[in-house]
């Protein structure tokens, strides 16, 4: 009998799955997002995508509109030295550090992409591309620990803090991914808003990097959010995992190829 049960259970399960790769596909080809594979591993985690003159030219070319030095091609900040750990390797801190060589640094101490770390700014604060960014976008850049009813954690308050701490953080998920509620290779139940009310679907999350990216940002984007593109959706939807799609398919190419 509980052979026949656990069998009866499995087979369930499967039929999950496939429920949900069916419909995360029909979402790839409606509208360009899965929400199961936001992104592959290999660009998310490809630190030689860029190097700091890429980054800088990269900066210069999306941040054309904007003048003086508060953009972010222009920025400049003093950083601190970070002892190598488990997560990150050794950051050798300088004074006046211009925003590209920080972004391509923090990338090969920490193993992330520049590229996904550039498509982070931008989907948080719209950094990148900003014409007068202000002194809250750099101190809240990444969107870690910067509640947006609250002030940010001093502890991560700050560009370079902000970019440096958002890379280490997401290698401390990828060290300790027991301890959070999205796996890759399973079914996962995601969440459409903060909202618990807004409801939920089965994903079946097909790799890592779009398991980390739902620990750091914890909704999918609903149909109205699909539907309205790089627009607004209606109450229930929540659009940063949509918007990085967007930005990073828009800049670097399809995420998921």
Request: proline share 3%.
């Amino acid at each position: 009998m509980t052979l026949t049960m656990g069998a009866i259970r499995f087979a369930q399960y499967l039929t999950e799955v496939h429920d949900a790769q069916e419909r995360q596909q029909q979402l790839t080809r409606e509208y360009a997002f899965n929400p199961g594979n936001i992104i592959t591993d290999e660009r998310f985690f490809d630190s030689a995508a860029m190097d700091a003159s890429d980054v800088q030219t990269f900066l210069n070319e999306q941040g054309a509109s904007c003048n003086g030095s508060s953009c972010l091609k222009n920025y400049t900040v003093d950083t601190q030295n970070k002892a190598a750990d488990d997560l990150c390797k050794a950051y050798t801190g300088a004074s006046k550090q211009s925003a590209a060589t920080i972004i391509d640094s923090v990338a090969k101490a920490c193993g992330i992409s520049q590229r996904t770390l550039l498509t982070l700014l931008q989907k948080e604060q719209h950094l990148v591309t900003a014409t007068a960014p202000s002194d809250w976008q750099y101190k809240s850049a990444m969107g870690l620990s910067c509640p947006d009813d609250a002030d940010c954690d001093p502890a991560y308050a700050g560009f370079f803090n902000q970019v440096y701490g958002a890379a280490s953080r997401f290698k401390y998920y990828q060290a300790h991914q027991d301890r959070y509620s999205y796996h890759e290779q399973q079914l996962n139940t995601i969440q459409y808003s903060p909202t618990k009310s807004c409801g939920s679907s089965k994903v079946f999350i097909e790799n890592r990097a779009t398991a980390l990216l739902y620990i750091y940002t914890p909704y999918q984007p609903n149909a109205a959010a699909l539907r309205a593109g790089t627009g607004e959706g209606n109450a229930c939807s929540s659009y940063g995992n949509r918007n990085f799609s967007i930005i990073y398919a828009n800049w670097f190419g399809n995420p998921r190829e």
